[in-house]
């Protein structure tokens, strides 16, 4: 039963059939739960084999040392979860070859930069904006679809620059035609870029 639990709840991640998620540590809470089991057996079988009280106590050091062990762990993780960009940062360290984590981390940049606050707030959008423009054009060399295109004219036109007009025309080139729906964004370009005619 334990061993079914394990691998069915972990099936989902064990890229058995490809699964585009590399944010994942979600998917490791419930077949832990099995992990847990079989270590509470496992010391319950020994504590139940000692004959002496004195090394059945020793034993609960066990559980003790892998709690505090798990919690150390724990804590050393949290930072990852700051933020939208440190998640991806640390999620870019197994997935630098995806057109998805560099398109995420993109984003991200773009939406930290919409937040940023502070004295040097214009510093910080400028070159968040850019690390932004840098993780779209990744993604879109790495996965060429219009879709890509018109998120790397969102980061570029998030630095006022121009070529967000070229980003979102590649998609006509690309489809035969541009989506109604990306057109929005076409007339909010022209409109940021002072181009009201």
């Not at 991200?108 to 940023?116: D, N």
Request: aromatic fraction near 10%; charged fraction near 20%; charge should be positive.
């Amino acid at each position: 039963f334990w061993a079914l639990w394990f691998l069915g709840f972990l099936a989902p991640v064990l890229q058995l059939a490809p699964n585009a998620i590399w944010v994942a540590d979600r998917y490791l809470y419930i077949p832990a739960i099995r992990l847990f089991v079989l270590f509470g057996r496992v010391i319950e079988k020994l504590g139940a084999r000692a004959a002496r009280p004195e090394l059945r106590r020793a034993l609960l050091l066990i559980p003790t040392a892998a709690v505090i062990t798990l919690l150390w762990l724990s804590t050393r993780h949290l930072p990852v979860w700051r933020s939208d960009v440190t998640l991806w940062t640390a999620a870019l360290r197994t997935c630098s070859g995806s057109a998805y984590c560099h398109d995420m981390m993109g984003y991200a940049l773009r939406r930290e930069a919409r937040e940023a606050t502070g004295p040097d707030k214009a510093q910080t959008q400028t070159r968040l904006r850019a690390a932004a423009i840098e993780e779209a054009t990744l993604s879109t060399y790495l996965h060429n679809t219009p879709a890509k295109y018109m998120r790397l004219g969102d980061a570029l036109l998030d630095a006022g620059d121009r070529r967000a007009l070229l980003a979102y025309r590649k998609t006509q080139e690309m489809m035969g035609q541009i989506p109604r729906t990306y057109w929005a964004q076409i007339i909010k370009a022209h409109y940021r870029l002072g181009d009201l005619a």
